[in-house]
């Protein structure tokens, strides 16, 4: 298989690109910097330098790919980065590229809970968008929608051992976090065998906010605490910010919105986040805007 995986420098990405490598593909890794990849090295891997936002920048990038996958995306907002002009606008020039190269098929991946639309969160929205641009392009397509990862879970570990974990309103409502190298294995089979096709793919277990900090004291071996956020007090605070912040108010409406209604997905991993948080892995670094 010749195979593109773009965002290649974040989290599912850089696995993508090594179990892409170990089952014998030839990978072409398109990052906005080179250095996010200087850890793997492989005759079969060409890394691409390239910034999605830049059209004239794709020029050729496909050419000779059967496939696509796009973990493109920002996990930090920052100077002129959107998610309107990162997950929506740059996946769009990746598609255009793909289909003018003939492309066989175009993976993409997405956050739980993208399903339900527009008007929940910056984030969700841009995906949702460009997932309906991808299902209507003519070129085959898979869909993949994931529960939280483990390592941004275990970023939760510094606050939980110096204070409280917050929860907005009671805390339970249900997600189906996910061990990134089960995500990859799981995209790069299906990728194999389906097509115009959205897939949910979870961890073992459906877990509550309250759950996830549960784990994450008790990984510490400390007894939970966990303080609640009333949710109309967390609305009129995203209302004040938004004129002030985009930024922080884009993170928030992304984190209202999970903590207000169930995004479980398909159980299909089989490590369980305490089992993870337990062995003590420390998350991997990733760029401030992981994406191509």
Request: charged share 20%.
């Amino acid at each position: 298989m010749n195979l593109l995986i773009a965002g290649a420098g974040g989290l599912l990405g850089r696995e993508l690109v090594r179990q892409s490598l170990a089952r014998g593909d030839r990978v072409a890794a398109l990052v906005l910097r080179k250095g996010e990849l200087r850890v793997i090295e492989h005759p079969r891997l060409r890394i691409i330098e390239a910034d999605v936002t830049k059209p004239d920048q794709l020029a050729g990038v496909c050419k000779g790919i059967e496939q696509v996958i796009s973990c493109i995306g920002i996990t930090r907002l920052r100077g002129r980065l959107t998610h309107e002009i990162v997950d929506y606008q740059g996946n769009v020039n990746l598609l255009d590229e793909a289909r003018h190269s003939g492309v066989a098929k175009f993976g993409f991946i997405s956050p739980a809970g993208t399903g339900m639309g527009c008007g929940h969160a910056p984030l969700v929205d841009a995906k949702f968008r460009f997932e309906q641009i991808l299902q209507a392009c003519g070129t085959p397509w898979v869909i993949f929608r994931s529960g939280g990862f483990f390592p941004d879970i275990a970023g939760m570990l510094k606050s939980a051992a110096k204070g409280p974990l917050y929860a907005i309103g009671n805390g339970a409502s249900l997600s189906t976090p996910v061990h990134v190298p089960d995500l990859a294995a799981i995209m790069l089979e299906e990728m194999g065998r389906r097509t115009d096709a959205v897939i949910g793919v979870g961890g073992p277990e459906d877990l509550s906010w309250r759950d996830i900090c549960g784990a994450c004291f008790a990984a510490l071996g400390k007894p939970p605490r966990i303080s609640h956020a009333p949710v109309w007090l967390c609305r009129l605070a995203l209302a004040l910010i938004r004129p002030f912040s985009y930024r922080h108010w884009a993170m928030g409406r992304l984190l209202l919105f999970v903590s207000t209604r169930d995004v479980c997905t398909p159980r299909r991993g089989t490590v369980r986040l305490r089992d993870y948080l337990a062995r003590g892995t420390p998350p991997p670094a990733v760029p401030d805007a992981p994406m191509a």
